[in-house]
């Protein structure tokens, strides 16, 4: 006797107020996969022209009015555009794909995408996951000591070889970079909004946001990698109580804790290894 598979049985039919929602509904989902490269570019230029100010004082009070999205939100969208228009847009079919995508460094996502359809259907979460695999692949890789090196090793600022096992670390200053001018958009934007009078119900508050933002600011970056930690030297850094397990220092952290005598110490090895 055969049995039929649930995937050879007629589907039902939906009754007619059931299917006019259900068109409706995948009417709306078809226009944010087909149109958001379209909704990306007209924020971008919005931005870009400032033409915003007609409506608003600023495109975070702009975006928030007119679209009731954040001004973060917008961003997104902006960048997933611009990843959608690049060599490797064509593979790209949503705007999580893109955005997952905008993290990671553009020379590897070609190869990204390579291995995340390899598993399956490329998707936000197989993007981050083949990111993550190369990332931890890049730091277990021993050096070749049988033969020279093909690629240089990353040097931090101040001239010093950065340990691989540090490097993922060190692979996260874009990130870094890029919430430091988020915070720094945010405050340009407060300052916009409170000369424009736009908030005057919280204009007491204003000194108070802005010493917010800029502490914040302040604490990214001290986040941001500048030189291998005098302390763990960037190897083994977990029980390191000077980096906390970052393996680097950031360009503050170097100028006011390290002891002069072990500066110049580092300086001298370095000249003597150069030589
Ligand atoms: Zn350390």
Not at 144 to 156: G, N, Q, V
Request: proline content about 6%.
């Amino acid at each position: 006797m055969s049995t039929k598979r649930i995937t050879d049985l007629p589907l039902p039919s939906l009754p007619p107020e059931e299917q006019a929602r259900h068109d409706y509904l995948c009417g709306i989902v078809d226009n944010q996969l087909s149109g958001f490269i379209a909704m990306a570019d007209a924020l971008a230029e919005i931005q870009e022209s400032r033409s915003y100010r007609y409506e608003a004082n600023s495109f975070s009070s702009f975006c928030f009015q007119r679209f009731k999205v954040s001004r973060a939100h917008a961003y997104r969208l902006i960048t997933a555009g611009t990843i959608k228009k690049s060599p490797v847009g064509d593979q790209i079919t949503n705007e999580g794909q893109a955005r997952a995508l905008a993290q990671v460094p553009e020379a590897d996502r070609e190869q990204i995408l390579e291995m995340a359809s390899a598993a399956g259907p490329v998707t936000a979460a197989s993007i981050e996951s083949a990111h993550a695999t190369i990332v931890e692949n890049a730091s277990q890789t021993l050096p070749d000591r049988t033969s020279k090196p093909i690629l240089a090793p990353e040097i931090d600022s101040e001239g010093f070889e950065i340990p691989e096992g540090s490097l993922p670390y060190w692979h996260r200053r874009s990130h870094i970079k890029e919430l430091m001018q988020t915070v720094s958009d945010v405050k340009r934007d407060v300052k916009a909004a409170f000369e424009g009078k736009e908030w005057v119900g919280t204009l007491s508050n204003y000194q108070s946001c802005m010493t917010a933002l800029s502490n914040a600011h302040n604490c990214l970056k001290f986040c941001m990698p500048y030189t291998v930690c005098t302390s763990c030297n960037g190897v083994r850094p977990q029980k390191c109580t000077h980096c906390r397990g970052a393996g680097m220092l950031s360009e503050q952290m170097w100028k006011i804790t390290p002891p002069e005598e072990l500066k110049a110490f580092r300086a001298k090895n370095l000249k003597a290894k150069v030589v």
